[in-house]
């Protein structure tokens, strides 16, 4: 396991460059929602969102690499505010929100499509979903859903573990808080390997998750979906900055 | 919801006092154990057993009661390690690990009481369990894992409901992450007394399946538990604190 001080740091750097990006990215999905619509408009929004699954992806891969020498860190990040980290399932957002913020945006479409309707107006396409696509997003919801269920499962036994041996038996003879103990680094290092592990698998899933999502949809109501995600993961941080500040926390 | 700046404070002050009265309930039980097989020790174990379980019950009332001013902070505390933090369910320890440490106590008794016995020596209780025992804690078990399946479910349900109405449209019409918004404020105190809720709940699971484990015991075994329980709590503690200082975290 390394040992540089410099690993706070760097996680932190990683955070902060993500969350650039996200607004980066946000600003190139909005402008793109003006484009006219002429032929190659759909190729172009394609183009632009498997940029942004690129990006996500990018960004999985570095911090997959730093959370090897630090996995702790990544499940209670001290760079995300207290809101965020209450809502985290291991280490991220969980794979199913992906669908419940379609099936949100979905109904918040259709509503306010009434009206324009009757003003002759319309706005965005996730309220056009097709049937094949909403049975689509309900196959897919079932599935992540088992799938979530299988590594909520792996991360309590793991969480289990350490009132398990070889820690228990450390712990009991342990003098004191002070004392070194190789075993104990080595158990806790053996711990982290698996954390680190299924932390790779649930971020494998969120992105599987949200590529089958956006294979369902097209393109134009793939970047409303990426829009209404950035926005909101945005808008978390800040209302969790406003709060944490507001609790003495900075 | 309150707002005092002091919140970090006093949270952080009931963790450090449970902490310290931790030391100090362990040096008691220590201390216990030592007393000679007469008339009256299980008598005396007893009441330091139900004394034990006042403090954790005091110390839960009082973090209750400070949660529903600010329940995020104890999702992922500042106050805590983050190898500490990576294992917290729903903002504790999960109450199956009870359970789980009553076994690998038993399990790893039985195995020096096997070098004790040809030895002609011997130690603690746990080692002891009879059939019977070993079948109330197997349904202790059972229940236990349902319960806290039953609030893995509201966690989730409260976790993926951020990803739905109000907070979409919200995020969707926000112009800045820095605009202030009533709507917001209103819709996170809502969904925090949700989280404050289930946290109590995840507390009443803790302190009731600690009782009912206790009930199953003598009361030899009952301290011999509680002595691992704290030894375990402790040491994570200091573990942790050694790998936040080696990662550049003070």
Chains 1, 2 share one sequence.
Not at 67 to 74: K, L, Q, T
Not at 113 to 118: G, I
Not at 201 to 224: C, G
Request: charged content about 25%; some cysteine.
């Amino acid at each position: 396991m390394a040992t540089s001080s410099g690993d706070q740091g760097q996680q932190n750097c990683c955070f902060q460059k993500w969350m650039h990006l996200q607004e980066v990215d946000l600003s190139e999905l909005l402008q793109a929602l003006t484009l006219s619509e002429n032929g190659d408009r759909d190729v172009r929004l394609s183009q632009l969102v498997q940029k942004m699954i690129k990006h996500f992806e990018e960004y999985i891969q570095q911090r997959n690499r730093l959370s090897r020498d630090d996995v702790s860190a990544y499940f209670a990040p001290a760079w995300c505010t207290s809101l965020e980290n209450s809502m985290l399932w291991i280490a991220g957002c969980r794979p199913s929100s992906f669908i419940r913020l379609v099936y949100a945006l979905c109904g918040s479409e259709i509503e306010s499509r009434l009206t324009e309707f009757l003003q002759g107006a319309r706005t965005g396409d996730l309220g056009e979903l097709t049937s094949a696509q909403l049975s689509d997003i309900n196959t897919l919801q079932s599935k992540t859903i088992k799938e979530e269920e299988q590594l909520s499962g792996v991360l309590a036994g793991l969480q289990e573990d350490i009132a398990d041996q070889p820690f228990v038996v450390i712990a009991r003879t342990s003098s004191g808080a002070s004392e070194s103990n190789g075993d104990v680094e080595r158990a806790l290092d053996e711990h982290a390997k698996g954390m680190a592990s299924m932390l790779e698998d649930a971020d494998q899933l969120r992105i599987s998750t949200l590529k089958e999502m956006i294979s369902i949809l097209t393109p134009v109501q793939a970047v409303d979906f990426l829009v209404a995600s950035k926005k909101l993961h945005l808008c978390m941080h800040a209302w969790g900055l406003k709060r944490d500040h507001r609790h003495g926390r900075e």
